[in-house]
């Protein structure tokens, strides 16, 4: 097996965004019997991030007071697009460090390249800020996170070889899908030599509620195994990876993903010829046909962001999973120039360029009364 940073650290890791609760506040309490169960287990890398609620405070009292430092890596990640000038951009890193209530990070991402957040890092110099907190050991490896087309990956690595790692968005739904382009990043990242950290393996919960037909494909082979078992497991069979995060929320399935990654071995050709045909299945289901190829964009009068629009109205229609598609499209209609479905005025300029003759105007009509607010 090929020698790369992170090669020896156990392929499952605590992604700690989807925290339990208590009403509005975290259960820390909770929190430390699901850290304190997954470190028993032998798994010990730990991802949180200055945008994530609660949760950089939370690992300072579940984790970080608790258990030797060098014990866990633990991750966290700078959002330079969240600061109004570079003194702000710059501060979010010492914040993060007090409250994590560690002395240095494992791991630092600069935090979701793509759009016009890219920008903020070369404009507050965020760059030159990490490496050189890096050659002070307060930074021992230093990636970057994105949420792009593998494109604007090439440009970042060929600018910047320098980087330890990258994180990325893979599951077996989006490995050729042309919004995501999970095959085209990993790919990307491998032909650079950068290893990977796996995000949203499950793809933020969906791919445990599938058609029957994928459902079938899975249980032929191991009635027994969890939906999120085989996608964890399709990840952590790439090469060159890192580990995968799993964003756990109880202590069950804490208990069920370590379990399984305990005695991980790479999917075999049948388990991969199951995940095929559970691809095909959720394929098979009723969705808005839009390849994402940005015909309608340029065209648009309003800036209406349609790509991302009609992404989260699958992510409805597919697996009827109402919060995740609200998230999707709060996040994908977030900026100026990526306008709501209401920002459309029916002029019809998108339906006389788009390749597949889609009645965009009509799904944008249904986005809006799912995700806008009457």
């Not at 790369?4 to 009403?23: A, C, H, N, S, T």
């Not at 070369?122 to 800020?129: G, H, I, Q, T």
């Not at 790919?187 to 499950?202: Q, S």
Request: hydrophobic share 40%; proline share 5%.
């Amino acid at each position: 097996m090929e020698e790369y940073l992170g090669k020896d650290i156990p392929k499952l890791g605590f992604g700690l965004m989807r925290l339990p609760r208590i009403e509005k506040n975290v259960d820390v309490e909770q929190v430390k019997k699901m850290v304190d169960l997954f470190l028993d287990r032998g798994f010990t890398y730990f991802d949180t991030a200055y945008i994530y609620k609660d949760s950089e405070d939370t690992v300072r009292e579940a984790l970080a007071k608790r258990h030797p430092r060098d014990s866990y890596q633990l991750a966290t990640k700078l959002p330079a697009w969240k600061a109004s000038t570079k003194k702000e951009a710059e501060q979010l890193f010492w914040t993060s460090l007090k409250r994590c209530g560690v002395s240095y990070f494992d791991y630092y991402l600069l935090h979701n390249f793509g759009g016009k957040r890219s920008h903020y890092f070369y404009k507050y110099d965020m760059w030159e800020f990490a490496f050189k907190l890096k050659e002070e050991g307060f930074i021992r490896h230093l990636g970057l996170s994105l949420h792009d087309k593998a494109s604007h990956l090439d440009e970042l690595l060929t600018r910047h070889p320098e980087v330890d790692f990258v994180q990325l968005q893979i599951n077996y739904l989006d490995w050729d899908s042309p919004i995501h382009e999970s095959q085209k990043c990993y790919e990307t990242a491998r032909r650079h030599n950068k290893p990977i950290i796996v995000m949203e393996p499950v793809k933020g919960g969906n791919l445990m509620n599938l058609p029957p037909a994928a459902v079938d494909a899975f249980a032929a082979l191991d009635p027994s195994a969890s939906l999120a078992s085989w996608a964890i497991r399709y990840a952590a069979s790439l090469e060159g990876i890192i580990t995968v995060l799993s964003g756990m929320s109880t202590i069950t399935q804490v208990e069920d993903n370590t379990s399984l990654m305990a005695s991980f071995k790479p999917l075999s050709k049948e388990e991969m010829a199951a995940i095929e045909t559970a691809r095909a299945a959720i394929l098979q289901v009723p969705s808005v046909p839009c390849t994402y190829c940005g015909y309608c964009l340029p065209v648009c009068r309003q800036k209406v962001f349609i790509p991302g629009i009609l992404a989260a109205l699958n992510l409805y229609l597919v697996f009827n999973n109402g919060k995740e598609a609200r998230f999707e499209y709060r996040w994908n209609t977030s900026d100026e120039d990526q306008k709501p479905a209401s920002a459309c005025i029916d002029c019809g300029d998108c339906e006389l360029v788009c390749p597949q003759r889609l009645p965009i105007i009509e799904e944008l009509k249904k986005a809006r009364g799912l995700f806008e607010p009457a």
